[in-house]
């Protein structure tokens, strides 16, 4: 069983919808003062309902400096500090590169990456100030690992993260300080519903457990990298897609 949590100060950012949200209920769940970012004010005072516990929420527009800085101070002051940084904001639109403009582009690097950087750096002071702290990036396979049409941007930003990783750990060592990221595959959120039946039953057929992630099977992921149990691991990353990219060909799958 891993330490407990409780009242330990977290942010996870891009908290009310998919990931971010299964995300924020494990770490609810394990007692931690949560606060959960985003853009929609009434999508987080619903997910905060219902999550329950000690959780609240900031409106943040994690692509924005002024706005990133308000609101890690905000839930400092408001829980005493700042022990773990989960961002996992993210945006996903789906659109070949001979339809994409250079401005949707630009968005995706700004939600996907930038965010993380502008995150970690505004969590660093309150580390220092601790003299720990944890934090927690939402990559994917897509872009490290795999690739999937209308995606060039998201690929892009995902392996991004990861370049951003391993020299993020070597300067917040100084800080006691370690990240980390979690790697989904294809997990079951209200954003893979919108693309239809036909891909959900397509990719959970690709997957050698048979079925799509739960969005609790990140959240566990992030719990650990959390915990006092990771705090030897930095600069690492973890896949978790029920073996998703495991198979050679189609035709390996029949033999399972």
């Not at 308000?70 to 773990?84: C, N, P, R, Y």
């Not at 690929?155 to 979690?182: D, P």
């Not at 705090?231 to 690492?236: P, R, V, W």
Request: charged share 20%; glycine share 12%; proline share 3%.
């Amino acid at each position: 069983m891993l330490t407990s949590l409780k009242g330990k100060s977290v942010i996870v950012t891009g908290g009310s919808k998919g990931i971010g949200r299964g995300i924020a209920q494990v770490f609810a769940r394990h007692g931690a003062k949560l606060t959960i970012a985003a853009r929609n004010e009434e999508d987080l005072k619903t997910t905060v309902s219902e999550i329950g516990g000690d959780t609240r929420y900031e409106v943040c527009d994690v692509a924005d400096w002024a706005s990133v800085q308000a609101m890690v101070g905000s839930v400092a002051k408001a829980q005493g500090g700042l022990d773990v940084m989960c961002a996992n904001a993210g945006a996903f639109p789906q659109t070949k590169m001979i339809d994409m403009e250079p401005a949707e582009w630009d968005q995706v690097m700004a939600v996907n990456l930038k965010s993380s950087f502008l995150c970690v750096k505004a969590s660093i002071p309150y580390f220092e100030k601790a003299g720990k702290g944890r934090v927690v990036l939402t990559s994917s396979i897509t872009g490290p690992v795999t690739g999937y049409p209308g995606w060039t941007h998201y690929g892009a930003s995902k392996s991004g993260q990861l370049g951003f990783l391993k020299t993020a750990a070597m300067e917040l060592a100084r800080y006691n300080t370690t990240i980390n990221a979690v790697m989904p595959g294809n997990i079951y959120t209200e954003g893979l519903q919108d693309l239809g039946e036909d891909y959900l039953k397509t990719m959970a057929n690709s997957i050698p457990l048979k079925r799509l992630g739960d969005v609790e099977d990140i959240g566990n992921a992030a719990l650990f990298f959390a915990s006092d149990e990771a705090s030897y691991i930095t600069g690492q990353q973890i896949i978790v897609d029920g073996g998703q990219i495991l198979p050679e060909s189609l035709e390996a799958l029949e033999e399972i």
